[in-house]
């Protein structure tokens, strides 16, 4: 009985020893240290947690980029759409018109391009053959002074560098092929969730909304509302810059004679998308191809209208039309879409600044305590937010 007694008052005099071992060691140890070593800890955590919802988000891709896009689709027609339900218009023909609408100018682009490429593909590529030409004299007679056995040595080292690709490129053409058969149902998915969040939006978020603790409920509600409103001003400003750097750099190329204009100017809509980034990547496209076809004047010209144009949008014609310039930081939209493209490709840039705005709004309003005080997120605490026009006060 003895030594059975000792031995749990034993146990607990050494757990003691090793709490106050312990305590005195955490006591000597810096004050700094102990704090950089407390926020390392909550940062792996958080780290974890977001690296674990990514890899489900890659897993489950094809179901959640359908959803992404049928959002942001909903984002994007939400003003006329609302517009519609106040003018005490029936719900299903809104829906029926807003998606129909939709659908026709999307295909109605894509024809538009389709058709230009059909009509001057031939011209094109005699023009290519011309501009390869000019450019293997010009390397020849002009400042370089190569000879045609270094131009040759050159094409030659192309041509291994592409099939040294060769195989990449095959296997990504491979896996895009083994995965068409999802594109008909990922197209179907998108429509579908467009049509039930349409058609019943509201219940569906109470229904997420419920999910939830109901002390957490509050929170909740309020702070995915605030980040719903941010991701249609995000929609709506995009689509207002898709439009105006389209019609100006699609009618500059074609005033230019720059070929394919229309084709580029549905490529400069769809990459409007993408905030900075695919603005200068369409942009450097026209300049491009005004350069191989019509020349350098021409292609500086070129360049002249799609900085004008980008000004123009930016600088004039947003603040009438929509309020006061975009509040957003270049740097932090930049990172995020770079970020985005890397995880994600091009649903991932696509994706990367509406996410990081939704989440960037309801951080603030959940850190801030937004459902009790009332007050929306400042501007200057948001990376994407507008300041919305009063035409009753246009001043």
């Not at 957003?328 to 770079?338: G, K, Q, S, T």
């Not at 991932?348 to 937004?370: C, E």
Request: proline share 5%; hydrophobic share 55%.
């Amino acid at each position: 009985m003895t030594g059975s007694e000792e031995k749990p008052r034993n146990v607990f005099f050494d757990a003691v020893r090793r709490k106050n071992t312990t305590s005195d060691i955490a006591a000597g140890l810096p004050h700094g240290l102990r704090v950089a070593t407390a926020y390392a800890w909550r940062f792996l955590v958080i780290a974890a947690a977001i690296g674990v919802a990514i890899w489900l988000v890659i897993q489950l891709k094809l179901l959640v980029i359908p959803l992404l896009v049928a959002i942001l689709v909903t984002a994007l027609i939400w003003p006329v759409f609302s517009f519609m339900l106040r003018r005490r218009l029936p719900r299903w023909l809104a829906i029926v018109i807003s998606v129909v609408g939709t659908l026709a100018v999307v295909t109605g682009l894509l024809w538009l391009a389709v058709w230009q490429v059909s009509r001057q593909l031939s011209s094109v590529q005699g023009r290519t053959v011309e501009a390869i030409d000019q450019l293997r004299e010009y390397l020849i007679a002009g400042p370089l002074h190569l000879t045609a056995e270094q131009i040759d040595n050159l094409l030659e080292q192309g041509v291994q560098l592409l099939e040294q690709q060769a195989e990449l490129l095959w296997s990504g053409a491979l896996a895009i092929g083994s995965t068409v058969g999802h594109v008909a149902t990922g197209t179907l998915l998108t429509i579908f969730i467009l049509l039930c969040i349409l058609a019943d939006g509201g219940g569906i978020w109470r229904w997420t909304v419920r999910l939830f603790p109901q002390r957490a409920r509050p929170a909740v509600d309020g702070a995915g509302r605030a980040g719903w409103v941010t991701v249609i001003n995000y929609a709506r400003t995009q689509l207002l810059v898709a439009t105006i750097d389209a019609i100006g750099i699609g009618l500059g190329a074609f005033l230019l004679g720059v070929p394919l204009a229309i084709p580029v100017a549905v490529l400069v809509f769809l990459g409007a998308f993408v905030p900075f980034v695919g603005a200068v990547l369409t942009g450097a496209v026209a300049v491009f191809l005004a350069l191989v076809y019509n020349g350098p004047w021409i292609a500086f010209w070129m360049l002249v209208v799609v900085l004008g144009v980008q000004q123009l949008e930016g600088h004039v014609l947003q603040p009438l039309l929509m309020g006061s310039a975009v509040k957003v930081h270049p740097l932090a939209v930049v990172l995020v879409v770079a970020g985005g493209a890397m995880v994600g490709g091009i649903p991932g840039a696509l994706f990367a600044v509406p996410l990081a705005a939704f989440v960037n709004v309801v951080w603030i309003y959940l850190s801030r305590r937004g459902w009790e005080t009332g007050a929306p997120p400042r501007p200057d605490d948001l990376i994407w937010s507008t300041v919305p026009r009063d035409w009753r006060n246009p001043a």
